[in-house]
């Protein structure tokens, strides 16, 4: 159980157009949906926390109206980054938690390249 | 300012032998600190967590180890397999929420 997907794998778009990743739990109710952005060795750095039904939570320093999120179900959030630029390049990963446990489980990540 | 630290880029061990994987943090407001092993393509997997509270927890081959004086875990594999060849992140939880902090991960690398 607790299995997370995403889609796509990997996506590759030109300069100015937007992009949407999906983010599934397949066999649990996500409680909360987080969405993570990973640089080449580097670590992974939390973007944004959401919450079925409610406006999502971003890190300082990330643009909500370039990367919007939204958590539409308890097993389905989008993250849709808007005007991508070339560095917006980067692998997105997102991870569900549900109540009462400690652990995130992670989806399998989205590399994306914009040209 | 990275506030969870992976020092070890890399590890190599032999098959059999002992991995011992590193992670030190700046923060004392972690409440539970978790090991990931990541797979290339993959997403991360979760091994194995303690809470701030304790020094010790251990599940099958992997212990963790926390030295909350020296702000250090530590992550015990024992007896090594080489399909432990993988990426592994420390992650720390901050007090009362549910984000995690990752550190930059340790490529272990078990040699048959």
């Known amino acids: 159980g607790a299995v997370v997907s995403q889609h796509p794998s990997r996506v590759i778009c030109k300069s100015g157009t937007s992009v949407k990743i999906e983010c599934r739990s397949l066999d649990f109710q996500a409680t909360t949906m987080f969405w993570y952005r990973q640089f080449p060795k580097q670590s992974l750095m939390l973007m944004a926390t959401?919450?079925?039904?409610?406006?999502?939570?971003?890190e300082q320093g990330v643009e909500k109206d370039k990367f919007l999120i939204n958590h539409a179900s308890l097993t389905l959030s989008t993250l849709t980054v808007t005007s991508a630029h070339p560095e917006d390049s980067s692998f997105y990963i997102c991870?569900?938690?549900?109540?009462?446990?400690?652990?995130?489980?992670f989806g399998p990540g989205t590399r994306l390249t914009v040209l | 300012d990275q506030q969870v630290k992976q020092n070890s880029p890399s590890l190599s061990v032999q098959e059999g032998r002992i991995s011992i994987l590193n992670c030190d943090y700046t923060n004392s407001m972690f409440d539970y600190f978790l090991w990931y092993k990541k797979y290339p393509a993959e997403g991360p997997t979760f091994l194995i967590s303690i809470s701030s509270i304790k020094d010790k927890n251990e599940d099958g081959r992997f212990t963790v180890f926390l030295n909350k004086s020296a702000k250090h875990l530590s992550l015990h594999i024992v007896p090594s397999q080489p399909g432990d060849s993988a990426v592994y992140f420390c992650?720390?939880?901050?007090?009362?929420?549910?984000?995690?902090?990752f550190g930059t991960g340790t490529r272990l690398k078990v040699l048959a």
């Open positions: 991870s569900a938690r549900r109540g009462g446990i400690i652990e995130q489980f």
């Open positions: 959401s919450n079925e039904g409610s406006k999502a939570t971003y």
């Open positions: 992650a720390a939880r901050v007090s009362g929420t549910y984000k995690y902090i």
